[in-house]
């Protein structure tokens, strides 16, 4: 079965840390990579996503993601994290050779202390 | 423009009844998806519509669950005699066609508890 695993459950970091959040996914043909983020209170909004080209992926508020597809990974990272950087990350996939919807990681907890 | 909404945003149920939950798409946006959010399995898929076509219910997890789109817009889940298992957040998202690299946009959810 279809499956994104992170391995991070919860990473707690000091602002202007740097952050790195792992992603990988089941081998399935060829994938879209979407990185969502779920602040406190809010609902779930998307970071960047993956399609093809550039490996090295930019996102909104200075996030980026690499996709290396021999590891099957698609790591989140930011430089320096700050406190608003708090939140519930979500890698997730969808698989050109299966459904539409998206396969969801377990989500990784950030919490940037001050 | 106006973004996903879900109505209720948080229903408390006994169990052995049923539970309508409402979606409304971003308009114009021809897919529509559900999923649960729970604590013991995540985020998973449930069902997707997309137009006319036959919706894709591979995720419902039983045969208690079903849903509706109704004139291609707004989306109904329901889930008849609930249990206590149900309970998670449930959340829509919609996408403007049903192309693979289309983002999905999510609505605030709906909490559901089965008491």
């Known amino acids: 079965a279809q499956s994104v695993s992170q391995h991070n459950h919860h990473v707690i970091l000091s602002e202007a840390a740097s952050l790195e959040l792992g992603c990988n996914y089941s081998?399935?043909?060829?994938?879209?990579l979407f990185w969502y983020v779920q602040y406190p209170g809010q609902h779930l909004q998307l970071l960047l996503k993956y399609f093809s080209g550039d490996p090295l992926v930019k996102g909104i508020k200075g996030f980026e993601a690499e996709f290396i597809k021999s590891k099957f990974s698609f790591n989140l990272r930011k430089p320096s994290v700050q406190w608003s950087d708090t939140a519930e990350y979500f890698c997730a996939v969808t698989y050109y050779t299966g459904r539409r919807a998206l396969t969801f990681g377990s989500g990784t907890r950030l919490q940037v202390q001050p | 423009g106006a973004g996903v909404s879900q109505s209720p945003s948080n229903k408390v149920t006994e169990k052995g009844k049923d539970v309508e939950l409402r979606c409304d798409p971003i308009s114009g946006h021809t897919a529509l998806y559900w999923y649960r959010q729970s604590l013991g399995q995540g985020l998973e898929f449930l069902i997707y519509f997309q137009g006319n076509s036959a919706p894709d219910k591979s995720g419902l997890p039983s045969d208690r669950f079903s849903a509706e789109r109704t004139g291609g817009s707004v989306s109904t889940l329901t889930i008849q005699r609930t249990q206590q298992e149900d309970s998670a957040v449930y959340l829509c998202?919609?996408?403007?066609?049903?192309?693979?690299?289309?983002?999905?946009?999510f609505g605030p959810g709906t909490r559901l508890l089965v008491l």
């Open positions: 081998y399935g043909g060829t994938v879209n």
């Open positions: 998202a919609s996408s403007a066609s049903a192309q693979i690299r289309e983002t999905q946009y």
